[in-house]
């Protein structure tokens, strides 16, 4: 479903190079829970980016469910990652301005749902988080953990075939990021393919499948 072929990425500062991916290949196939751990730097964030649609990479192939993604255009690839993948971030990444329920709208509206249809949606993907009675709250009116909470339910309200999870318990206490994780989990239960970075070894040993990337490049794995 997932096949990265031979992935690098260069950003280039001026006249200096960093190769953050130097040739990564990697396999997931559909309803697999896979976790990705690695050192500050190694290329974490970029290899979920370039899997989660939002950057390409400068060289390899990367095919999603058999596209492959390289030949698409800025318009079809920002369609794919509509209709395809959820993407949960560190930071929340939240709109400030909007309620949990505006927010989780927001993914509908992109891909052209009617306002009915997008209310009833929302609600139920914020009902499915355990959020129903927080609708009407801003980010800033909401804990931490309830603002992950609305960013996976923003995620999963399209219902894509992939759920992508950058650290999404970076910003939490232990407790809160316990039950974002096994939030996570049941998604992944219930069919949503999963992959999820973590700093914590702990939480890394819950992933049957788990991947060691450093300096760019894949150099373990484990089936566990
Ligand atoms: N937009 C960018 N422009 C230039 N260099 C970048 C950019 N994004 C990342 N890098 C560099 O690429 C390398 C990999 O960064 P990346 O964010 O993928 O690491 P990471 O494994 O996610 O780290 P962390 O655990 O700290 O989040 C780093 O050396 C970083 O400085
Ligand atoms: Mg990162």
């Known amino acids: 479903m997932i096949e990265l072929r031979d992935i690098t990425k260069t950003y280039r500062m001026g006249k200096i190079a960093v190769h953050a991916l130097r040739g990564v290949s990697l396999e997931v196939k559909a309803g697999e829970l896979v976790a990705i751990v690695g050192p500050s730097g190694s290329g974490k964030s970029t290899l979920m980016n370039i899997i989660g649609c939002f950057d390409v990479p400068t060289s390899g192939e990367y095919r999603l469910e058999g596209k492959e993604v390289g030949r698409l255009t ?3 690839l920002a369609r794919l990652r509509n209709r395809k993948i959820g993407f949960v971030f560190q930071k929340f990444n939240l709109l400030p301005q909007l309620t949990a329920w505006e927010n989780v709208q927001v993914p509908l509206l992109y891909a052209g749902v009617r306002l009915q249809e997008r209310r ?12 129903g009675d927080r609708l009407h709250h801003r980010p800033n009116e ?3 953990g309830q603002q992950q ?3 996976i339910a923003r995620a999963l309200v399209t219902r894509p075939s992939f759920l992508l999870a950058d650290e999404p318990t970076g910003n939490l206490d232990s407790n809160s990021g316990r039950e974002i994780m096994d939030l996570l989990f049941s998604l992944n239960e219930e069919g949503t393919t999963l992959i999820v970075v973590t700093h914590d070894g702990l939480l890394a040993k819950r992933f049957p499948r788990l991947v060691e990337i450093r300096d760019g490049q894949l150099v373990r794995e484990e089936v566990q």
């Not at 993907?125 to 959020?131: D, I």
């Open 74 to 76: 800025d318009n079809d």
């Open 120 to 131: 009833e949606r929302a609600a139920k993907a914020l009902r499915q988080v355990g959020l």
């Open 142 to 144: 909401m804990s931490g």
């Open 149 to 151: 909470r609305v960013a």
